[in-house]
């Protein structure tokens, strides 16, 4: 009876794909966050609706192929999340299956949606926007690391937000007369190729892009900057928990909890393409004693006294 009773439930469910450009055990708190969205609908998953997981584990590559497994699932609605990568394979792989989005981009740019406020179509979604921040977080950065004179910019070039954060930073540091190089890293042993050619170069601090493939490896980003005793700034505070040293972004959780819910209002029969792109309102900064302390930098208090959380 209770196997019958749950085959019954599962049929009788809405079934969301849930496309991430990051893997499953990267993904814990941001999607629980999406969950939290959902439930905020009326939806519970389990009981109203089930989930088709892909997980790219960085290799975005892959996001295409497992974009149109889903839309042969005949998934309700995809959630395309993660990055800009996820978001336009699903869009490449239906132009009929309502797709939620959220990204770290502008959404316009590389043609997710053609307006931020009557998206049209299929496709809406939330945006982090991390590319607006850039000169904030260098300025951040060089705050903490006063003596700083070059700077180094890791972006992913395959993944449009990381790449414009490429260009933005060499022009916001040029702005306040200092140098960043830009070094590229697709994959994890790019990583470390392109830590070689920082340490190489003498590269005085490290900005690193929001990009999945270094939150999905950010342990070793993190360890291979501590190892070369070259300090950075990150998007995301899951980085600063790893041991980074400062993170500043939008709330990743906000926004994956509003992607959540705008899925739920799909379900009951919203139309994407009228749902307004959601942009960013709550931003946190955090910071880690123990790494500042480990590269022996003096935190001042203006930094302190403005972050939202201080790890000791």
Do not use: C
């Not at 499953?24 to 905020?40: C, H, M, S, V």
């Not at 192929?65 to 959630?79: D, G, K, S, Y």
């Not at 991390?130 to 993944?159: G, H, Q, W």
Request: no cysteine; net charge positive; aromatic share 8%.
């Amino acid at each position: 009876m209770w196997r019958r009773g749950l085959s019954q439930r599962v049929r009788s469910s809405r079934l969301i794909g849930f496309l991430s450009s990051l893997s499953a055990r990267d993904a814990a708190r941001i999607t629980a966050a999406f969950f939290q969205g959902l439930n905020e609908a009326g939806y519970v998953n389990g009981r109203d609706v089930a989930v088709e997981y892909r997980w790219a584990e960085g290799e975005y590559e892959r996001l295409p192929t497992m974009a149109v497994e889903l839309v042969r699932r005949q998934v309700a609605v995809i959630a395309a999340v993660s990055g800009t990568p996820a978001g336009m394979a699903a869009k490449s792989a239906t132009m009929s299956i309502p797709i939620v989005f959220a990204i770290g981009g502008d959404p316009v740019a590389p043609g997710l949606v053609t307006n931020l406020s009557r998206p049209g179509g299929n496709v809406t979604g939330v945006t982090f926007f991390t590319s607006p921040l850039a000169a904030k977080r260098l300025e951040l950065l060089r705050e903490l690391v006063p003596k700083a004179k070059t700077f180094a910019v890791l972006t992913n070039p395959d993944n449009p937000p990381s790449k414009l954060e490429g260009i933005e930073v060499p022009a916001a540091a040029k702005a306040f007369g200092r140098e960043a190089s830009v070094f590229n890293a697709t994959t994890e042993a790019h990583i470390d190729d392109a830590f070689a050619a920082i340490v190489q170069q003498r590269i005085d601090a490290l900005f690193v892009s929001a990009d999945p493939l270094f939150f999905n490896y950010r342990d070793k980003v993190v360890a291979l900057a501590a190892r070369h005793r070259v300090p950075a700034i990150y998007a995301y505070r899951e980085q600063v928990e790893a041991g980074g040293l400062i993170a500043y972004g939008a709330s990743r959780s906000e926004a994956y909890r509003q992607a959540g819910s705008y899925v739920g209002q799909i379900l009951k029969g919203e139309k994407p393409g009228a749902l307004p792109v959601v942009l960013p309102t709550k931003f946190e900064f955090v910071l880690n004693l123990k790494t500042a302390k480990a590269f022996g930098l003096t935190v001042p208090n203006t930094l302190l006294v403005s972050a939202d959380e201080v790890i000791e």
